[in-house]
């Protein structure tokens, strides 16, 4: 790395470019890590010498006679020389933190964010490889390049993950009430903002589910397990049927389920509230599949002919009335 580029950016002087390419060299090697350490004291004691020599130097109005004589040097003096002596051991010592703060700032601005509208999903894959399916009106963060010790996702929504496998590197996918960390494995994580839902279905692999508010409180699921959050904690049950993670496919899936558990899906996923009128329907409970893309009037039309329902839209299509 060119020094003069190096001292731009310990002047604060660099652009972001030129501040992501010094990033990127210096997080290539430990060796590169260690130049750029190197080269930061000798700026600053660089920095110092420039300052002692500006303040020695004789005033103008001193005669060459008087430079040979021996100079007495002020009580004060010797206490500002000391006080920068100690400034650049200060900076030296604290060139780790700012470089880390640089780092995440720079890690902050090189965030990916992924929304998906309601009613449709998307795939993607991450930097390492592992490819991700994310559900309606989802939306994950993740970085340009996952740093040395984790690869780490911040996912509202839900997501069906295809993780590749990195032992030294653990896959985190963080959500508000839970982190999901993994080494390689195929997992489903719902976990939509302002609800009480959570739910993460492991089917290959390994996964522990840490809560954020206590670390040391974990779980961990072996294939064909999920956990599910029920009364502020989470229950592990049996995975018995993958219909409900064909979302992916484009579909949604119902086996058994009551009819307000249906109108709750259709809400999640269409981004509408529905304002059930009609308690008649609560006694209800469907078997069947939606393909996504057909829309929630299709998916409604279609529950009218086997139960004995209307529904109403608002003239923005926000709220649904059942009655």
């Not at 040097?73 to 780790?96: A, C, F, H, Q, Y």
Request: proline share 3%; with cysteine.
């Amino acid at each position: 790395m060119d020094r003069e580029q190096l001292y731009k950016f310990f002047e604060g002087t660099a652009s972001v470019e030129e501040g992501m390419a010094i990033k990127s060299w210096v997080e290539s090697s430990a060796e590169n890590e260690q130049a750029f350490y190197d080269e930061r004291k000798m700026f600053d004691a660089l920095l110092l010498h420039s300052n002692i020599l500006r303040d020695s130097a004789p005033c103008d109005n001193e005669t060459e006679g008087s430079a040979l004589k021996p100079k007495t040097i002020r009580p004060n003096i010797l206490k500002m020389e000391w006080l920068k002596m100690v400034g650049v051991v200060l900076l030296t010592l604290s060139i780790s933190y700012f470089y880390q703060q640089y780092k995440e700032s720079l890690y902050a601005q090189s965030m990916n964010i992924i929304s998906v509208p309601a009613g449709q999903r998307t795939n993607i894959t991450l930097p390492d490889g592992s490819n991700v399916w994310l559900n309606a009106r989802t939306t994950m963060q993740y970085a340009n390049s996952f740093n040395r010790n984790e690869r780490v996702v911040i996912l509202k929504g839900e997501a069906y993950f295809d993780v590749a496998k990195d032992e030294k590197h653990p896959f985190i996918v963080q959500t508000e009430k839970y982190d999901v960390e993994v080494l390689g494995t195929q997992f489903n994580v719902s976990a939509y903002p302002g609800e009480e839902e959570f739910e993460t279905a492991l089917m290959q692999g390994s996964v522990k589910i840490n809560l954020q508010a206590d670390p040391d409180k974990s779980i961990r699921l072996v294939p064909d397990q999920k956990a599910v959050l029920k009364d502020g904690k989470l229950e592990i049950t049996k995975l018995d049927d993958y219909d409900s993670y064909r979302w992916k496919e484009g579909l949604i899936c119902f086996k058994d389920e009551s009819f307000l558990d249906v109108m709750e899906c259709f809400e999640k996923y269409y981004g509408v509230q529905i304002i059930i009128n009609n308690k008649d329907a609560l006694k209800y409970y469907y078997t069947g599949k939606f393909r996504q893309a057909d829309g929630i009037d299709y998916a409604l039309n279609i529950l009218q002919k086997d139960i004995n329902i209307k529904y109403k839209k608002t003239n923005d299509g926000s709220i649904i009335h059942i009655n």
